[in-house]
């Protein structure tokens, strides 16, 4: 075990690296999800999908928010922290009954995010570029944002 994270810093990359280096949070905005070494130091892989059932990430041209907190309650040491502005910030052990009640609560979430009112399945983008030429990281970003949040970026 390694001392704790006390900051992750963001590195933008197309395809997660099979070996984490800890302190850095790895963000693949083709595949739209992230992924670092756990905070607490244990050295087990963390990986976020960003979706708005999931997590989701905020860039401001130098540090990442990730929302909502990270709770590692299948990891033998069951960190639990949040990702504000590139800095671990630690929060609380849960009991057993709160972290159901989440996974409960997520579940529903999920459920109807993916279900329209009149009960039909919302259609899923394809997560990728087909794009032949290479784009750099902030083009990538703003098609990112263009693709799940239909703004102009």
């Given at each position: 075990?390694?001392?704790k994270?006390?900051?992750?810093?963001p590195r933008f990359v197309?395809f997660?690296?099979?070996d984490?280096?800890?302190?850095l949070?790895?963000i693949?905005?083709?595949?739209?999800?992230?992924?670092?070494?756990c905070?607490c130091?244990?050295g087990?892989?963390?990986?976020?999908?960003l979706?708005?059932?999931?997590?989701?990430?905020?860039?401001?041209?130098?540090?990442?928010?990730?929302?909502?907190s990270?709770g590692?309650?299948s990891?033998?040491?069951?960190?639990?922290y949040l990702i504000?502005a590139n800095?671990?910030?630690?929060?609380?052990d849960?009991?057993?009954?709160?972290v159901q009640?989440?996974r409960?609560?997520d579940?529903a979430?999920k459920?109807n995010w993916?279900h329209?009112?009149?009960?039909t399945?919302?259609s899923?983008?394809?997560i990728g570029?087909?794009?032949?030429?290479p784009?750099?990281?902030p083009?990538?970003i703003l098609d990112?944002?263009?693709?799940?949040?239909?703004?102009?970026?």
């Amino acid at each position: 075990m390694t001392a704790k994270i006390e900051v992750l810093t963001p590195r933008f990359v197309e395809f997660i690296p099979k070996d984490l280096e800890p302190g850095l949070l790895y963000i693949s905005i083709e595949y739209t999800t992230t992924a670092h070494k756990c905070a607490c130091g244990c050295g087990e892989k963390v990986v976020l999908p960003l979706h708005p059932t999931d997590w989701r990430m905020t860039f401001d041209g130098i540090s990442v928010t990730v929302r909502p907190s990270v709770g590692n309650w299948s990891f033998p040491c069951r960190s639990h922290y949040l990702i504000t502005a590139n800095r671990i910030v630690w929060a609380g052990d849960w009991s057993e009954e709160m972290v159901q009640t989440g996974r409960k609560r997520d579940e529903a979430r999920k459920s109807n995010w993916h279900h329209e009112a009149d009960g039909t399945e919302r259609s899923t983008k394809t997560i990728g570029s087909a794009s032949k030429t290479p784009r750099s990281w902030p083009e990538r970003i703003l098609d990112w944002i263009r693709r799940h949040f239909g703004g102009a970026g």
